[in-house]
């Protein structure tokens, strides 16, 4: 993989099971790697599901071979966080990683986290 082409930074997050002091779980996102990536976008559309307009957007992230890390992971980037929805590929010939996405909405943060 030529190096020119990882211009942006990128943070992968590790899910944490987290209890409460009722015993209730829930899983929160804690910054692990932080990495130089390609981003390219595969597609986007807007979509109007029950009311609510929804942004689809699929965007693929390619990285160094060096990490360890599942689909339950998530991205990172520009602002916004990302949800693995295929399985990682190993690329060898290229020594990379890559991961496809799709944004986390602030409609689904909202609902996840009991945001206003």
């Known amino acids: 993989m030529k190096a020119a082409v990882l211009t942006e930074q990128i943070t992968i997050q590790k899910p944490i099971t987290v209890k409460s002091e009722t015993g209730s779980e829930s899983v929160e996102y804690q910054d692990t790697i932080t990495c130089r990536a390609r981003v390219v976008f595969n597609s986007g559309t807007r979509l109007n599901e029950n009311g609510d ?12 071979r060096f990490y360890d890390f599942n689909e339950l992971y998530r991205i990172k980037w520009n602002g916004h966080n990302y949800r693995i929805t295929a399985p990682i ?10 991961i496809q996405t799709e944004l986390i909405n602030d409609f689904e943060l909202e609902k996840e986290y009991g945001e206003d």
Not at 56 to 63: A, D, P, R
Not at 89 to 98: A, G, V
């Open 53 to 64: 307009m929804f942004f689809s957007n699929t965007v693929v992230f390619h990285i160094r």
């Open 89 to 98: 590929e190993h690329n060898r010939p290229t020594q990379s990683i890559i």
